[in-house]
């Protein structure tokens, strides 16, 4: 079952983020010695890590959201009150309005939890008809309140590319991980979703759907799973999406905790650094994004971001933004790096070699 509260919410020792990294650094705590993940990077010639060029603005509106799941590497919750405001979110217009990024990228959390969301969407299509706009949705928030319902017909609107998480093509493995009763809401949601054109061939209406495993191993080849999460879910519920990304389950927060609970920790980070891809890595999405948070504070990806890791250099907020400075920063390396380098790779988008 589900816990009912956030770590932060539980004063869980994993709730403070300077314990996550003690722990990600502790031989003791692994019971062997693994090399640093920048050690990796030295032989390869990509240390030190340094972006290619800034594509994608990638923005954490809160981390507040109807769902508490068992993997959640933000540790959101309903009881989580972190939401960006709307003078954050005003930076982060004057600053899509002066940059030319191809994509911005909203997260939470639920980001439709935001009382500002659908204002800032607006503000960003009234200024820029063309930029890609992604939203994180959770599908069921689509089914929490009446006043989310119209959320499809929003999306269609504003030519969003919906991006939602849904672990397996049965509840039983999806619940298990999300909570009772959330892939019977999904399966609806995706439905409303198709109603409306959402991943229907020639609407221009983009759904993907995200798939993460449900425990210590990494996931399978992308390009089989989508077959097949293509073929169920068209079978058994009408269901018609784009793409299938597979994002490995990176050692922090709640699944840090998962690990550690199940004893599957050290031969869990065995494993990502033993499946170390160097063609991965050279694809990592830090290496295209910037991440920032709920209280305008910059990151170098999403990860980064929830172990409070903000961005070398000077220019540390969005108040300071400057592109050039931070397109010539050094990227912030830790263990957890290795959950986007391992196999595959992983990222926002899926795999990256």
Not at 48 to 76: R, S, W
Request: proline share 4%; glycine share 8%.
């Amino acid at each position: 079952m589900n816990p009912v509260k956030s770590l932060k919410a539980q004063k869980h020792q994993l709730g403070d983020t300077a314990f996550q990294l003690r722990v990600l650094n502790d031989d003791k705590k692994l019971g062997q010695h693994l090399p640093l993940f920048h050690e990796k990077l030295k032989p390869i010639g990509l240390f030190p890590l340094t972006p290619t060029q800034l594509d994608i603005f990638q923005i954490n509106v809160g981390k507040m959201c109807n769902q508490v799941c068992k993997h959640c590497h933000v540790d959101a919750g309903p009881d989580r009150k972190e939401i960006m405001t709307q003078e954050t979110l005003q930076l982060c217009l004057d600053i899509l309005q002066k940059h030319a990024f191809k994509t911005v990228d909203l997260t939470g959390g639920a980001p439709e939890m935001n009382p500002h969301f659908r204002w800032f969407i607006e503000q960003i299509r009234a200024t820029n008809s063309d930029i890609n706009i992604i939203v994180r949705c959770n599908l069921t928030i689509i089914l929490a309140n009446k006043k989310y319902h119209d959320l499809p017909d929003f999306f269609k609107k504003h030519r969003i590319e919906v991006v939602s998480s849904l672990p397996f093509y049965t509840a039983s493995r999806t619940d298990s991980q999300r909570g009772d009763g959330v892939f019977e809401d999904s399966i609806k949601a995706l439905q409303m979703l198709n109603d409306v054109g959402y991943g229907q061939e020639g609407a221009g209406l983009v759904l993907n759907l995200v798939y993460n495993p449900a425990g210590a191993f990494l996931p399978s080849g992308q390009a089989g799973l989508e077959k097949e999460f293509k073929r169920v879910l068209k079978a058994k519920y009408g269901i018609d999406f784009n793409h299938l990304f597979c994002i490995t389950n990176i050692p922090i927060s709640r699944f840090l905790d998962y690990l550690l609970v199940s004893e599957n920790y050290s031969s869990y980070m065995e494993k990502l650094v033993n499946s170390f891809n160097p063609v991965a890595a050279a694809n990592v999405m830090c290496r295209n994004t910037l991440s920032v948070g709920w209280d305008g504070y910059l990151y170098d990806c999403d990860f980064n971001q929830m172990l409070d890791l903000k961005v070398n250099g000077s220019v540390k907020h969005l108040r300071d933004f400057d592109l050039q400075t931070l397109t010539n920063r050094f990227i912030v390396l830790n263990q957890h790096c290795y959950g986007c380098t391992a196999g595959a790779g992983s990222s926002c988008g899926g795999e990256l070699a």
